[in-house]
T-cell receptor
Framework: GAVVSQHPSRVICKSGTSVKIECRSLDFQATTMFWYRQFPKQSLMLMATSNEGSKATYEQGVEKDKFLINHASLTLSTLTVTSAHPEDSSFYIC?????????????????FGPGTRLTVL | AQSVTQLDSQVPVFEEAPVELRCNYSSSVSVYLFWYVQYPNQGLQLLLKYLSGSTLVESINGFEAEFNKSQTSFHLRKPSVHISDTAEYFCAVSEGVGGAQKLVFGQGTRLTINP
């Protein structure tokens, strides 16, 4: 099956610093990736849609200058949390959209990474 | 806009007992429906999905869910649970044919299996 990795799996940083999280599709190309945020014991909230070669599309209420997304290649999207504060502490999960090559499908499955736990002190 | 409601935040059951995790959705367009499972400190794994066709869908580990359009529900069931089924379960919806691929998740249900 399709595999998505995230790095790092866990990061602790000081308030005011920036943190970069990588999301990679290991065995397929993904023109579209998604970034989610999950607070403890809560659901996943979509933050933004990352499209290779173009600007990310952010959901309402998500600060694009705070959460910088770069989708520079077909297998890599990065999320940078700039000037992190304790309230940014959360579990960040990415997913990659798998599209069967040469076929137009009405449904394309999302494969999820294992998540990155960010703790800002 | 779409939304998903999982009525139970926690469901404790005994091992080998049946279980049902409830999910209701609202949408003005046709939808795809999903159940995902999340084990502690891990990402999500797709358990099963409804796209079209038969309203009853099954997973390889004994779970099944039935799409009920009139009741806008997609409840998850298993006739006999195991300790290993302990996890968080999320119901999700996305727009159907021709729609965006974004997933909207329910609040999650924590399934705890007691021996």
């Amino acid at each position: 099956g399709a595999v998505v990795s995230q790095h790092p799996s866990r990061v602790i940083c000081k308030s005011g610093t920036s943190v970069k999280i990588e999301c990679r599709s290991l065995d397929f190309q993904a023109t579209t990736m998604f970034w989610y945020r999950q607070f403890p014991k809560q659901s996943l909230m979509l933050m933004a849609t990352s499209n290779e070669g173009s600007k990310a599309t952010y959901e309402q209420g998500v600060e694009k200058d705070k959460f910088l997304i770069n989708h520079a290649s077909l297998t890599l999207s990065t999320l940078t949390v700039t000037s992190a504060h304790p309230e940014d502490s959360s579990f960040y999960i990415c997913s990659a959209l798998w599209r069967a090559s040469g076929r137009v499908l009405s449904y394309n499955e999302q494969f999820f990474g294992p998540g990155t736990r960010l703790t800002v002190l | 806009a779409q939304s998903v409601t999982q009525l139970d935040s926690q469901v404790p059951v005994f091992e080998e007992a049946p279980v049902e995790l409830r999910c209701n959705y609202s949408s003005s367009v046709s939808v795809y429906l999903f159940w995902y499972v999340q084990y502690p400190n891990q990402g999500l794994q797709l358990l099963l999905k409804y796209l079209s066709g038969s309203t009853l869908v099954e997973s390889i580990n004994g779970f099944e869910a039935e799409f009920n359009k009139s009741q806008t529900s997609f409840h998850l069931r298993k006739p006999s649970v195991h300790i290993s089924d302990t996890a968080e379960y999320f119901c999700a919806v996305s727009e159907g044919v021709g729609g965006a691929q974004k997933l909207v998740f329910g609040q999650g249900t924590r399934l705890t299996i007691n021996p």
